[in-house]
């Protein structure tokens, strides 16, 4: 079974909806990471958890929240989806360490989402 | 602010040897990473450094100078497999802050 699994897969909603994406892992870590990804721009930090009652803002946290439900579980909600939400969403996690390497972070397979 | 460069996009022949660059400007450095991406995947850790000098790890190497805020990645007798994008991503300060993902070089290998 894969480490870090995201929910949905694929998933086309309409302007206005309300979208959560799930995110679960296995791996054990504290912390957790929402990215989305366009063509041209790269990863950008949407949210980040370094433990159950930490949440943090990234770069693009306007129109996103998020949730921590657990260890394992990070929810990203889009309140009312726009279509420049159109992306590719990737999950990630990390643990937590002195050591640098550490903090490698893997990645779930990634959301794809069509905002119409 | 954080700024991290990468070439956008680089072509390379099969068998050949490729370097992709990344120069970073950062408020503090404590390591730097690489990931390879496949299109419509997620990006996989490749290699690390935190010291001056090369990393080894079979076919991929990756160098690092502190100095220079410099790093490459070095990937020797290409196969067709290697077509992905390499994304360059740099720890500011320990613990406490998620890396920072420059934008990502797209490499295509030809026959």
């Known amino acids: 079974d894969a480490d870090v699994t995201q929910t949905p897969r694929n998933r086309i909603t309409k302007t206005g909806k309300r979208i959560m994406l799930e995110c679960s892992q296995t791996?054990?870590?504290?912390?957790m990471y929402w990215y989305r990804q366009d063509p041209g721009l790269g990863l950008r930090l949407i949210y980040y958890s370094f433990d159950v009652k930490d949440i943090n803002k990234g770069e693009i946290s306007d129109g996103y929240s998020v949730s921590r439900q657990a260890q394992a579980k990070f929810s990203l909600s889009l309140e009312s989806a726009i279509p420049n939400q159109t992306a590719l969403y990737f999950c990630?996690?990390?643990?937590?360490?002195?050591?640098?390497?550490?903090?490698?972070?893997?990645f779930g397979p990634g959301t794809r989402l069509l905002v119409l | 602010g954080q700024n991290i460069d990468q070439p956008t996009e680089m072509t390379a022949t099969e068998g050949a040897i490729v370097q992709i660059n990344c120069t970073y400007q950062t408020s503090g450095f404590n390591g730097l990473f690489w990931y390879q991406q496949h299109a419509g995947e997620a990006p996989t850790f490749l290699s690390y450094?935190?010291?001056?000098g090369l990393e080894e790890k079979g076919r991929f190497s990756s160098f690092l100078s502190r100095s220079k805020g410099y790093s490459y990645l070095l990937l020797k007798e290409l196969q067709m497999k290697d077509s992905a994008s390499y994304l360059c991503?740099?720890?500011?300060?320990?613990?406490?802050?998620?890396?920072?993902f420059g934008k990502g070089t797209r490499l295509s290998v030809i026959a």
């Open positions: 991503a740099v720890r500011v300060l320990s613990g406490n802050t998620p890396l920072v």
């Open positions: 990630a996690t990390s643990d937590r360490g002195t050591e640098p390497l550490q903090e490698t972070q893997y």
């Open positions: 450094n935190v010291l001056d």
């Open positions: 791996k054990g870590h504290d912390r």
